[in-house]
């Protein structure tokens, strides 16, 4: 599958067997392997360690590898080391400062697929906002450079910083400006705009995720398994949306044969953005 088609991507810790033997039957569209939050600071270095294996089973079973680093530099470097490989389609930026930030993680990971004799920019971006004062560099952060897949916000991390409480209110203003900043760059915003830890509530996560594709967000990262079919069902096209967006394309493309700007359309009157987005669904309805 093609990044830019992923819509659920799940958090996976390398360092358990469990999780990983299970990883490519859950579902999802790419593995997060994670070397952050989910690894202890004693169990890092094993954690690089069990990447190759990892990335290889995963990817063998047919399903698409991405890796979240850490932050601090004395630890990315080694991170990056143990994570560039043919196998890893990307890597999880997390707390991205800025431009500059991502920039030089870049010349990193060139040098590490240079060493290795892959072609440079193999190797994709998914950058995480979880600062407040990164907030105002968000479209510098999509456009930073080539790599960059998508980006999105840790919600945790950055409603800790705002003392606010995770949730629709507190990330709705953000929230549009990472659309905003990934539309301008031609990138994917990733996220939902609402509860992400509480995987107790299906009904309310599906919720979220609704109003969140509502709002142009197109994939999302998630940390338990029965969250997987629930994005893969709200952030795909169904065959029902496919089929209103051709009707309503061929109406207006038969209103402009015949000489008019804007045509009546079940009940509503569409002009070219409306078509614009209609091709632009069925564009990421065909992508794969």
Same mark, same amino acid.
């Given at each position: 599958?093609s990044p830019s088609s992923w819509r659920s991507l799940l958090f996976v810790p390398v360092n358990s067997k469990r999780f990983v033997d299970k990883a490519h039957q859950r579902g999802a569209d790419a593995i997060i ?63 991205? /400062?800025?431009?500059? !930030? ?5 010349? $990193?990971? #060139? &040098?590490?697929? =240079? *060493?290795?004799? /892959?072609?440079?920019? !193999? ?5 995480? $906002?979880? #600062? &407040?004062?990164? =907030? *105002? ?152």
């Open positions: 599958m392997l994670d070397l952050e939050d989910a690894i202890a600071a004693q169990e890092k270095e094993a954690a690089r360690a069990a990447l190759p294996g990892a990335a290889k089973q995963i990817t063998q079973a047919g399903t698409d590898v991405t890796v979240r680093i850490n932050r601090p530099l004395e630890l990315a470097v080694p991170d990056i080391t143990a994570a560039v490989m043919p196998q890893v389609k990307a890597l999880m930026l997390p707390k991205v /400062m800025g431009p500059e !930030h991502v920039k030089l993680l870049s010349e $990193v990971v #060139t &040098a590490r697929e =240079l *060493a290795l004799g /892959m072609d440079v920019g !193999h190797t994709r971006f998914i950058g995480v $906002v979880e #600062t &407040a004062a990164a =907030l *105002a560099h968000l479209h510098a952060i999509a456009a930073a450079d080539a790599r960059m897949l998508a980006l999105g916000l840790g919600p945790e991390d950055l409603c800790t910083q705002l003392q606010a409480v995770p949730g629709g209110d507190s990330l709705y203003p953000f929230a549009m400006q990472v659309v905003a900043a990934c539309r301008a760059a031609g990138i994917e915003p990733l996220g939902t705009v609402g509860q992400f830890a509480d995987f107790s509530d299906l009904q309310g996560y599906r919720a979220a995720l609704r109003r969140s594709r509502g709002l142009g967000f197109s994939c999302t990262a998630c940390i338990h398994p029965s969250q997987v079919p629930i994005v893969n069902e709200e952030y795909s096209v169904s065959e029902e949306e496919a089929g209103r967006a051709r009707r309503l394309i061929a109406a207006f493309e038969d209103g402009i044969a015949q000489g008019s700007g804007a045509v009546a359309f079940e009940g509503a009157m569409i002009d070219r953005p409306v078509v614009d987005r209609a091709r632009a669904l069925l564009a990421r309805a065909g992508r794969g």
